[in-house]
């Protein structure tokens, strides 16, 4: 039963090439091509100004070639970073990498200025990746930068650069890293408490009406037989709270909400909507076995009464459901019909189930409200 939400870090080999966030790592990629490309460009441009040796209008137009294919790059990620393939995020950090080493060596360039490119995919990788896929990257720049200085310097020189920049490169990343998951606890902190009730555990009304939204989404067939929701709340729920106070409320809704997390499946989306009042989403489900399921619930709050200093308080709810079978159904049509079967439950007498007749078709009018206590 959805409600109750356990975080799961564990990174498979599925998600160690997907980023944290597509679209933020889309845009930073872009924005890195973007420099990257034109911090190579421009220094190529003074090289060949100053008359440096081995830059030549020959490398100045190999660099010109570059840029425009980093600009191209960046343009693809900024708009089409979600319906990318994962490795490609990862596979760019490596391409940047070989074009450091790639130009150093055309240009015979060792220095600094030309291995301080390997920071853009050091950053990138450890700010928007996640830390299996950054630690990679940092392999990947050690690789690239002692290619580059044993190539073109003196063992002892190229050991100084490769130590420094391995060191920059593992700090860097650390940092980035450890920021980067404290800010991850405190965004999975803010989105449990705008998606779970903290009294009950269960999902909230918003949490509750996005999960709808997608079930009965119109992109996607609603799973046979059909959807269903019920609503309910506790019978003289004002009464409990005046007689034996607040917490014996409070304490009602958390014995109803372990309830329900007995009786509903593990695919079902129970969410408390405010006060007293409960719904569940109850996907794949007939009208008949909908029926049957609320009354289910009304049976086993009724069977167990509340555990209380004062001894055990007798429960019971009202309970009304509403079916959809509709492609593209709206959530707040089958809400309407499922609290106008409510409505007559408690008018009828409370502690019993009633279902709307018809099926609710999306825009329209849900069908008349029937009583059918299920016994």
Do not use: C
């Not at 008359?51 to 209008?57: D, L, P, Q, T």
């Not at 100045?60 to 970073?81: D, H, I, N, Q, S």
């Not at 990498?97 to 015979?108: G, K």
């Not at 100084?160 to 606890?185: C, E, F, K, N, P």
């Amino acid at each position: 039963m959805t409600g109750r939400r356990a975080d799961d870090q564990a990174v498979t080999a599925a998600s160690f090439l997907e980023p944290r966030d597509r679209v933020a790592t889309g845009r930073a990629a872009a924005t890195l091509l973007v420099v990257g490309g034109l911090v190579t460009f421009g220094f190529e441009v003074y090289a060949v100004a100053v008359g440096r040796e081995h830059n030549s209008w020959m490398t100045l137009g190999v660099t010109g070639v570059v840029l425009v294919l980093m600009t191209w790059l960046a343009v693809v990620f900024w708009y089409r970073a979600t319906t990318m393939p994962a490795g490609a995020f990862l596979g760019t950090a490596f391409g940047g990498i070989a074009l450091i080493v790639v130009v150093a060596l055309v240009t015979l360039d060792p220095s600094a200025a030309a291995q301080i490119g390997f920071v853009y995919p050091v950053v990138g990788a450890a700010t928007y990746l996640r830390p299996p896929a950054a630690w990679t990257v940092v392999g990947g720049v050690v690789v690239g930068d002692a290619v580059i200085v044993f190539s073109l310097l003196d063992p002892v020189a190229a050991a100084a650069d490769l130590a420094v920049m391995t060191s920059a490169a593992v700090v860097l990343t650390i940092m980035l890293t450890r920021s980067g998951a404290y800010q991850q606890q405190l965004l999975d902190r803010l989105h449990e408490l705008a998606t779970v009730d903290a009294l009950t555990g269960l999902v909230t009304r918003r949490e509750m009406e996005e999960v709808a939204a997608r079930v009965l989404s119109a992109h996607r067939a609603v799973p046979a037989p059909g959807v269903g929701l019920l609503i309910l709340d506790v019978d003289r729920f004002k009464i409990l709270n005046d007689t034996f106070g607040h917490p014996a409320g409070d304490a009602a809704l958390e014995h109803l909400a372990s309830l329900l997390h007995d009786v509903l499946r593990p695919g079902d989306t129970v969410a408390r909507m405010g006060g007293d009042e409960i719904a569940a989403l109850l996907p794949g489900i007939d009208r008949d076995a909908l029926a049957h399921r609320a009354e289910a619930v009304r049976s086993t709050v009724r069977a167990n009464p509340l555990p209380h200093p004062a001894g055990e308080l007798a429960l019971s709810v009202s309970v009304g459901a509403a079916h959809t079978a509709t492609v593209g159904a709206d959530f707040h049509e089958l809400y309407a019909a499922a609290d106008a079967a409510l409505y007559r439950a408690k008018v009828a007498g409370r502690d019993r189930v009633e279902v709307a007749g018809g099926a609710v078709d999306g825009p329209g009018r849900p069908g008349p409200v029937i009583v059918r206590t299920v016994r």
